[in-house]
């Protein structure tokens, strides 16, 4: 006669296994609030990207859908974390914090989409990775702020389509909040170096001198950065800046295709090649050079351009390069110590602020 209760406790025990067994699908994740990534509190998990949402029962992960830092909230990551399809929105933001080993993972899609704020890193050093594969990008009026002195170089070569695609009005900001001195690349992997609108700030209780840090200003001979957006030294910090920029390569030491500012009090160091500005430059802090190289301000573009402010403006070379009929307005006097090149374009000048040829320069 069979045995009732062996079956019944077979098929339980099958059941129970094939329960057991079922791997948990992977869910899409929004923030609830500010707070640490790995607490789940700050988490809300749904089976779609439309919910419905729950409160989380676990951190999200490299394994899940697509995270999402909600606007108005700040998220911390504060231990080592693999991660791929996350977006901040605008108004959100995502930092690394405090020695964090960070690696954006090669999932579907692009891996990290900034409409908000990231973070790099936030209090302390941090290792951010990317692996084989893996892309980022960031939208117009977006910020990528970046505190340490880890490389800048695996954000230009990773960027999504490539970093030339980088928006001009987006913000890359160096950030000097204490002993770490912020990196900046200067060529990507040997090509152009591309930022957005690009500022540069301090925070301490001293002015930064970026040659004093290899990796923190523009160096090399190789190719030089372009700056889609305008180049701000001093932004708002709450310190002065003394930015060098070194770039020895033949063509040009950095190209400027917004507009150039130098605040109040900060300085900067135009020695290498020189400067290329397309848009107006407000001078309102220090312009100076060194004993050597080009140290070149080339003005080109097809764009008119402006010179304004009242700073101290000390320049070896002035060369005029605007395309067609684009002009160069003179707001203030500009004394050149070397020579001047009249190539192609118009300068406009007065008798309040007109240019000036020391002794001893040429003028071509």
Known sequence: ?????????????????????????????????????????????????????SPAAATPTSADQTVTIQSGHWVLIVAGLTMDEVVIDAGGTLSAKTNATLTINNGAGVDLTINGTFVDSLYGSSSINFSSGARWKISAGANFIKYTGSSSNNWQSNYDTGIINIPAAANWIIRKVGSLNPAISTTNGGSQAYYPNFIYENYTATKFMTSGSASSHFTGTASYPIIKGNFDIGGAGTNYVDFTSDDKNAVIGVQVRGDMIVRPGNVYNNTGTGTEIWGDLYMDG?????????????????????????GK???????????AAASVTLNRMLLVDHSVNFNTGIVYTSLASPLAVNTGATVS
């Open 1 to 53: 006669m069979p045995n009732h209760n062996f079956f019944l406790k077979f098929l339980f025990i099958t059941a129970a296994l094939g329960f057991l067994s079922v791997k948990s699908e992977a869910l899409y994740y929004r923030s609830v609030q500010s707070g640490n990534w790995n607490a789940t509190s700050t988490w809300e998990s749904g089976p779609t990207a439309g919910g419905p949402w």
């Open 286 to 310: 220090t312009w100076t050079y060194d004993a050597n190289d080009g140290r070149d301000l080339k003005f080109s573009g097809a764009t008119n351009s402006t010179v304004w402010g009242s």
């Open 313 to 323: 403006f000390s320049i070896y070379t002035l060369t005029i390069s605007k395309l």
